[in-house]
């Protein structure tokens, strides 16, 4: 914002050394980005950051002068107008939405002349940056730059009926505002509107059919306070971004509001128009109570580190500010006024009282206190764990965006359980994520697409969110899940290189979960084929896709290929193998202690069951029967090959099982491992109704 010396001497005697309070504006948290020299005097281009709303006016930034110079501050007095008067008799204001627009205060001017403004007034628009335009919308863009309170002028005239209804827009209706565009209005849009039409859009453009022109000789002028995400959602819809709404989505001061419609028809006067009727229509139906925050003293002095810091010298760091300060012991209960609504704690104000004090004068000092203690969070710890285990076994961690656009793991572009953002910048980024393997797909085709690397191994851990149905009534959740993708060439391992490289399949990938599992020492899962399930999970490959059930009260995890139909959207010339684990379930049933076992100095013993089974057979079922025999010294146990074809009978398949004996006591011996092998025998029969060949 360009800030004129010149204007701002008006109300603060600042000395002409625009490089020296251009320092102290900067020491005291406003940004100067430069400082300018032209025929009209010396400019302060002054950075407001978004909390700073208060500061998008000249009185702003002279009270910030004013405060760390130590000056009284001299703010314009206009004539305060009076509730009703003849004002009253000629117009009306009704806020239909109080929610959106909580005051809105008009006052009437009759017999007006459209012309020129004198030329002191056209010089300090200049300097500030606007262009002249006549003597009305100077004066009230005058008044903006000069309170930070946008004002707007109706021609009276052609207002129906003569007054102002503050209404939400009726779907379907439309706005030709100023600059000549048709808007399109919905339901969710503030307006200003007469008996009949909207006439303009709340805080941020009037409407081209009751705009001041030559002709008009009688006005209503408009000053209010909106809602400032009202406002925000408004201008960002249809694309419009103007002084005014730039404002207001920063929050004006809603007591300014009858000040600076006075203020302007206190400057109307000034340069030969009449004088206003008397009155004013205010509407303030609900007004807030001041905002009183207490600040404890000796909790000043140790977050600022400034022992010199007493009450009297905080009280008049925050009186210099305009805040209202009473003692009692030592704690100060601060008012805080309406235009610093981004002061709400008690840190807010220690802040303010540092910055006013002067930072420079925060005393360097070492910083002591023990060091013994420490350490990561127990969730911390645990995360560290996974990517570790991950790590370990060859896959890459991979860092996504939180938010995301629709996907193909959205049963619809608007799955209910997807959580959206109500104000996106983009289409891009307009929900949280629900899962992330949306994340490690776009990674992956990344690369393929821009480095050419078809080979990948990647996980995730972190925060997901979704809709869970709660109370009667979506309510967004907080997560957290482990993702991991595999896609191409597997990494050679052993001493054979001139093999025939390994593609990932679904047995790479379920070992990795498998690996990950048996790290955090989790003993009790089970992998399920999706079967009846697989209309749950349609990115899914329904064959080559289990579930991962940890726990009976979480939801499961889910491991297996992407679906033939989706992968072509990946651009990725191999099958594309996923896995997802919700990180509640799986810390709910892993041991938070490690456990470790010797491992035993005998030798371990290799024996194998070659089961027949229809083809229909899980390997789940196959898994279980062995699990359930419980067999004692059985160290291991995996699959080797499976066999369908001749001279096997039709519909059947023969499996290859390993099973790895080993004792921490001894050598097994043959009758031992035997009595074993017929256990197993035995419950493959029973459970999975196996055969076996003599």
């Known amino acids: 914002m360009l800030v004129p010396l010149e204007w701002i001497q008006q109300y603060v005697a600042v000395p002409a050394d625009t490089k020296e309070i251009a320092h102290r504006l900067t020491m005291g948290g406003l940004e100067v980005e430069e400082t300018l020299d032209s025929e009209i005097g010396s400019v302060l281009d002054v950075y407001i950051t978004p909390n700073r709303g208060d500061c998008l006016s000249m009185l702003g930034v002279a009270r910030e002068i004013a405060a760390l110079y130590d000056l009284p501050l001299t703010p314009p007095s206009p004539p305060e107008s009076q509730q009703g008067g003849e004002t009253a008799t000629r117009t009306s204001v009704q806020i239909e939405a109080p929610d959106l627009c909580p005051r809105y205060a008009a006052r009437l001017i009759r017999g007006v002349k459209i012309g020129d403004s004198p030329e002191w007034l056209q010089q300090r628009l200049i300097a500030a940056g606007q262009r002249p335009i006549n003597n009305l919308v100077d004066v009230t863009n005058y008044v903006m730059l000069e309170l930070g309170q946008p004002l707007h002028a109706f021609d009276f005239d052609t207002l129906a009926e003569n007054r102002i209804v503050v209404r939400r827009a009726n779907e379907g209706e439309s706005l030709t505002t100023l600059d000549g565009e048709v808007r399109e209005l919905t339901s969710e849009m503030l307006v200003i509107a007469d008996a009949l039409r909207p006439v303009a859009l709340a805080g941020v453009m009037g409407g081209a059919e009751t705009e001041v022109t030559e002709k008009t000789t009688n006005i209503l002028l408009e000053s209010a306070h909106f809602n400032p995400l009202s406002v925000r959602r408004t201008a960002r819809t249809l694309g419009m971004r103007t002084e005014a709404s730039y404002r207001f989505e920063r929050v004006v001061d809603p007591e300014g509001v009858r000040r600076a419609v006075d203020r302007a028809c206190e400057l109307l006067a000034l340069i030969g128009q009449p004088t206003a009727l008397s009155g004013v229509v205010d509407s303030y139906p609900a007004p807030e109570a001041p905002r009183v925050i207490s600040l404890r003293v000796r909790r000043t002095v140790d977050l600022l580190g400034i022992p010199d810091i007493t009450a009297e010298v905080a009280t008049d760091c925050l009186k210099r500010l305009g805040f209202g300060v009473v003692q009692e012991q030592g704690t100060l209960h601060v008012t805080v006024p309406a235009s610093r609504p981004d002061l709400t704690l008690e840190e807010d104000l220690i802040e303010e009282v540092g910055r006013i004090y002067g930072y420079e004068n925060i005393p360097e ?159 009790n899962y089970t992998l399920t084929p999706l079967g009846d399930k697989s209309e749950d999970y349609p990115q899914f490959h329904p064959g080559r896709t289990a579930l991962i059930h940890l726990s009976d009260e979480y939801s499961p995890g889910v491991v297996g290929e992407l679906h033939p139909r989706f992968a072509p959207q990946m651009e990725l010339r191999n099958r594309i193998y996923l896995f997802e684990i919700p990180l509640d379930a799986l810390g709910a049933v892993a041991l938070s202690e490690k456990r470790y076992q010797a491992s035993s100095r005998f030798p371990v013993a290799v024996r194998d069951l070659a089961p027949r089974v229809t083809r229909e057979t899980t390997f789940a079922e196959i898994e279980a029967a062995v699990n359930s025999a419980n067999v004692s010294n059985l160290a291991e146990w995996r699959l080797t090959d499976v066999y369908q074809g001749t001279p096997l009978p039709e519909g059947t398949k023969s499996l290859t099982l390993s099973f790895t004996f080993r004792s921490a006591e001894g050598t097994l011996t043959e009758a031992e491992i035997g009595a074993g092998m017929e256990t197993l025998r035995a419950s493959l029969i029973e459970k999975a109704q196996a055969t076996f060949v003599a």
């Open 365 to 523: 000092t070492l910083p002591i206190g023990s060091t013994t203690r420490g350490g990561d969070s127990a969730e911390g710890t645990f995360l560290n764990e996974i990517r570790r285990i991950l790590t370990a076994v060859g896959l890459q961690e991979v860092v996504s965006h939180s938010l995301t656009p629709p996907s193909i793991f959205d049963v619809t572009p608007h799955d209910p359980r997807r959580v959206a953002v109500r104000n996106a910048l983009s289409y891009e980024i307009n929900g949280l994520r629900r899962t992330h393997l949306p994340g490690l797909l776009q990674v992956a085709t990344r690369n393929a697409t821009r480095a050419g690397q078809n080979s990948l191994a990647l996980f995730e851990v972190g925060r997901v969110w979704q809709n869970e149905y709660i109370a009667e009534m979506h309510t967004p959740v907080e997560l957290l899940s482990v993702a991991g993708l595999l896609t191409g060439e597997l990494e050679e391992v052993g001493w054979q290189r001139d093999r025939k490289p390994l593609l990932a399949d679904f047995g790479a990938v379920r070992g990795i979960v498998e690996r990950l599992l048996e790290g955090l020492q989790v003993k």
